[in-house]
């Protein structure tokens, strides 16, 4: 398409590229005159839900950004955390929902190359990634072909680059039938004084393009991204980009080594939004101007317009601020790794982007106003009208046969052995893994220093579809304690906060909700916000996803030599539970998963409860005292004791004084630890003395998991319980 | 000993050895750049794991035309030790100075996980901390290593004792039947892992013993590869116990 064929700009394209009347009136008032297109094309990509956050930057404020580790919260491409000896870790969260639904194995596989590009431009290797996947029914229309895509695509992404994806989870829900979640998250480490900021400064340094060409793909992804799925979502699948890991693998060592002189000032990747959003976005941290000549960007076919160029979301692709006169050194660096470089512009002092395409400028446009100073707007909010009639108090039948039930829950894909997808991925690359896809958190050794990281990601939406702003908590309290299982201390989260449209107010309400909820969970556990994604407009036809906010969590170990395992390891050890419960089966997985029931109040969050088991938790564990820490969350003790027991192969003889029922109730602030006789005594006064309640409740040893209620007894053959879990997922694919 | 970790652009598992002979076994380690014809006087050259070109055409098959592969063929030919793990292996099989082909795993997925190995030779330079019948537990990461040959060239294997590893059950009996599967992951022919060349100086191995060579990781079966061609032993075993 040439300038001369280029389409009217008027009110009607405006909104066909998705801004709204208002804001269209807004940007020829800030111009003082009718956009080009091109300009118009930009505006709405900047101005789209998917770069600009204006319906969630309001509440998004809520969050606590500061901590004694942090480093750089959000606003950059990865936020960054102090780990001590020197390093620091960058990372974030992004969501590729929208690409995975349409075309599952390159949403998913882009999705990954978009986050570990992020991660590396703040000048850290990436070290680890997490996958955070929500999929509809097992048996709903496409879901086997997107699972199989999804977990293809991370695959075959991370595998080649060779970042180990040593954690995450998956979830089951007919909620999301219609638009299915992929949310990852990576990790990157750095040497502290190694930190780089996507900020373009020094008028008349060179802007450098580097990596694959320029072309036709993904054209108005972060617009597609920030619209509701109809029925052709099918036909956006040209919307979707194509991924090539070995590109990314070389333009990441070139990126590392690049940055390792004086040579370059500032990287950014060109995701959504492409080329607009890196030059615009650097430009404005840097209150600096940008002139770009489209003809040196480099194309993979001729005839692209400035329109195409400008939008285009061809993948590993990379826009560089370096130093004036030293140009000639990076581009031997890139050139090193197979790699094309071209100068496309510099960073002037006016606080504009002019773009030149042949001799014409197509566009002229302020830079804050577009960025910084974009719309923002407080949507109305509503409670739903369902919302009382959906916490009512449900019903819970007595389960007939303990063994038969657990075994059956063990049978479902949400709680089964993920490994069918884990074991795709390579958890092992780079040799950090210390507790790989599985447990309650991943654990990676930090060569080079006793201390290790760990790493987690959680959410429950059915809580959250309950009762957001419990549910929001819940999600934060549930990293903190998988973190404390392994003994770490929470330094900084990430979230992906995954939604439906906010413009429907319940969303808007839903949205506010969960952020308030997450909010006091942060303050209250000092856990500061460093970095994250919102996604909203997950639905089709009108109907949304359940509120998704995804909370994926870093932790500090001191000292990895007494790190505790989710699983049983000694026969004769003794096992407690730390916590009380109080029955708790609203959004249960009893309730849902057995009973086809979604209702009542999520388990009540007591932060401060919180506060005091991980606290118990990681000073046990710092002390060496205990073998075994495995929390409590879905499904309750029955569950947790059930993989305990079934990644060891040792049973256990237990018995607790309560209604059998109440082996699957949900209350929070729960975990069974396993240490030696020995310590037990110890174990009770160190509990008392940080006021977590206690109960011994039997040995390990055995071939069967043997727990003696009120009335009945729950016993099973470890050896049942281990084939109930292993073959949920594979039976329920049948690939 | 000197030894040399080459560095294709799609090598992902080089830091990883480099780490092992450097930080454990403090032994002399160059990265050798693919682009280069050179082995710097290395006595020792690993071909690392990962994807040396992208490997979207076959597995190594570009790999075998980078000016670096020239030398590594010289240094093996003259008698030089060459350890080639995972895309490494692949990569011997298509420079030929190892017998046999790579197709994609049974399940036509990437698998990572712990498989266990016997010890069917413990008299070549690689393997000589290990002793023969031993059952090591290793980690496998690979979406292409199903072994396969034609019945005449596997015979001529067997025969020539040229089978270093092979996958098995975690008791070190030969998979069959149900365990077949379980064990023998990739479906590779006569369940090999790993196979020398007549000399015994060329080893190619799917699975990673460099993932396995620390205490940390809870597994250190991996070490003695390492320790025993780098004239390490004493030292490696020091670690083992």
């Not at chain 1, 680059?161 to 299915?180: A, L, R």
């Not at chain 1, 990747?269 to 770009?292: I, P």
């Not at chain 2, 290395?42 to 071909?47: A, E, G, K």
């Not at chain 2, 023998?184 to 013993?209: D, F, K, Q, Y």
Request: net charge negative; charged share 25%.
């Amino acid at each position: 398409m040439s300038a001369a064929q280029e389409p009217a700009v008027n009110q009607r394209l405006a909104v066909t590229m998705g801004l709204n009347k208002e804001e269209y009136v807004r940007i020829r008032e800030l111009l003082g005159r009718k956009p080009t297109y091109t300009e118009l094309g930009i505006t709405a990509a900047l101005w789209s839900e998917h770069c600009s956050y204006k319906s969630s930057k309001v509440y998004l404020q809520e969050f606590p950004t500061q901590g004694e580790h942090v480093l750089q919260g959000p606003g950059e491409n990865a936020g960054i955390v102090d780990i001590g000896n020197g390093w620091v870790a960058a990372f974030k969260m992004e969501s590729h929902n929208h690409p995975s639904f349409i075309e599952p194995y390159q949403g998913a596989a882009t999705g990954v190359g978009g986050i570990l590009r992020d991660v590396f431009t703040m000048g850290a290797r990436p070290i680890a990634c997490l996958d955070s996947l929500r999929f509809g029914a097992i048996d709903a229309p496409r879901m086997k072909h997107l699972i199989d895509g999804v977990v293809r695509g991370i695959g075959d992404y991370g595998n080649c680059v060779g970042i180990p994806t040593v954690g995450g989870e998956t979830g089951f829900h007919s909620g999301y039938d219609n638009n299915i979640l992929v949310n990852a998250f990576a990790l990157g480490v750095a040497r502290r004084e190694r930190i780089f900021n996507a900020v373009a400064s020094g008028p008349g340094n060179p802007l450098l393009y580097a990596g694959s060409r320029t072309g036709r793909d993904g054209i108005h992804g972060a617009t597609m991204a920030s619209e509701s799925f109809g029925a052709e979502s099918e036909s956006k699948r040209p919307t979707v980009q194509v991924g090539d890991p070995f590109t990314e693998k070389v333009l990441l060592e070139a990126c590392l080594a690049v940055m390792r002189t004086d040579a370059v000032v500032a990287v950014q990747d060109m995701g959504a939004a492409g080329l607009t959003s890196s030059a615009f976005e650097m430009a404005d941290r840097g209150g600096t101007g940008l002139r770009l000549d489209l003809d040196r960007v480099p194309l993979r076919e001729k005839g692209l317009s400035p329109y195409e160029i400008m939008l285009s979301e061809s993948q590993e692709r990379m826009l560089l601020v370096a130093r004036r006169g030293r140009e000639e050194e990076v581009a031997r660096i890139f050139e090193r790794w197979g790699l094309e470089v071209s100068e496309i512009g510099e960073v002037t002092e006016d606080g504009m982007a002019r773009i030149k395409a042949g001799r014409k400028e197509v566009a002229n446009l302020p830079i804050a106003p577009l960025g910084k100073n974009a719309p923002m707007y407080r949507r109305p909010v509503e409670a739903p009208k369902d919302l009382s009639k959906r916490q009512a108090p449900p019903e819970v039948p007595q389960p007939d046969d303990l063994a038969g039930t657990l075994e059956g829950l063990l049978g479902t894909p949400e709680l089964g052995d993920k490994s069918w997808i884990w074991r795709q991925y390579d958890h092992t690359v780079r040799t950090n893994t210390v507790i790989g896809p599985g447990g309650d958190a991943a654990v990676l050794l930090l060569k080079g220093t006793p201390s290790g990281l760990a790493l987690t990601s959680d959410v429950n939406p059915v809580y959250c579809s309950l009762d957001p702003s419990s549910g929001g908590s819940q999600a934060v309290a549930e990293a903190v304690r998988n973190l404390a299982c392994v003994g770490a201390e929470p330094i900084g989260l990430t979230d992906c906060l995954n939604f439906g449209n906010p413009e429907d107010p319940t969303i808007s309400w839903q949205f506010r909700e969960c952020v308030h909820g997450m909010a006091a969970a942060c303050e209250a556990l000092d856990v500061p916000v460093i970095s994250g994604n919102v996604s909203f407009y997950n639905e089709t036809e009108g109907k949304s996803i359940p509120p998704t906010p995804t909370v994926a969590m870093v932790g500090l170990i001191p000292d990895l030599a007494s790190l505790p395992v989710a699983h049983f390891t000694n026969s004769g050890d003794r096992v407690l539970l730390l916590g009380e419960d109080y029955g708790e089966f609203g959004g249960s997985a009893y309730l849902r998963l057995l009973h086809g029931v979604e209702q009542g109040r999520p388990p009540k969050v007591d932060l401060r409860a919180e506060e005091r088991l991980a606290d118990l938790l990681r000073f046990l564990a710092f002390e060496g005292i205990l073998r075994t820490a495995h929390d409590l969350s879905e499904g309750g003790l029955a569950i947790a004791l059930a993989e305990a027991t079934i990644d060891g192969g040792l049973g256990a003889d237990l018995a607790v004084d309560i209604d059998p029922v109440r082996l699957f109730s949900e209350t929070q602030a729960r975990a069974i630890v396993a240490v030696a006789p020995h310590d037990v005594e110890r174990i009770m006064e160190e509990a008392t003395e940080f006021e977590v309640p206690i109960t011994e409740l039997g040995s390990v040893g055995g071939d069967r998991l043997k727990v003696r209620c009120d009335g009945a007894t729950l016993d099973a053959q470890v050896e049942d319980l281990y084939r109930s879990w292993s073959t949920a997922l594979p039976r329920a694919l049948d690939f | 000993m000197r030894c040399g970790v080459v560095v294709f652009p799609g090598s992902n598992c080089d830091h990883d050895v480099y780490h092992v002979l450097k930080h454990v076994l403090d032994q002399e380690v160059l990265f050798l750049w693919h682009g280069d014809a050179d082995l710097r006087d290395c006595q020792l050259v690993v071909l690392p794991g990962g994807f040396s070109y992208g490997d979207y055409l076959r597995a190594g098959a570009m790999a075998v035309h980078s000016p670096i592969l020239e030398e590594v063929r010289r240094h093996a030919e003259s008698g030089g030790q060459v350890l080639g793990i995972c895309n490494g292996f692949q990569i011997l099989l298509e420079t030929g100075l190892l017998d046999g082909a790579m197709r994609r795993n049974r399940s036509l997925r990437f698998e990572c996980r712990d498989v266990y190995l016997r010890v069917e030779r413990d008299d070549l330079p690689f393997t000589s901390d290990y002793d023969q019948g031993q059952v090591l537990r290793m980690p496998i990461a690979h979406a292409e290593g199903s072994y396969i040959g034609s019945e005449e060239m596997l015979d001529e294997l067997e025969e020539s004792s040229r089978v270093v590893f092979r996958y098995v059950t975690p008791d070190g009996a030969d998979a069959t039947g149900e365990d077949e599967e379980r064990w023998n992951v990739n479906g590779s022919a006569r369940a090999i892992a790993g196979v020398c060349n007549e000399a015994g100086n060329v080893l190619g191995m799917m699975p990673h013993p460099e993932r396995c060579a620390e205490q940390v990781f809870g597994n250190v079966d991996g070490l003695a590869v390492f320790a025993a061609v780098a004239g390490a032993g004493a030292r490696g075993l020091g670690v083992l116990s």
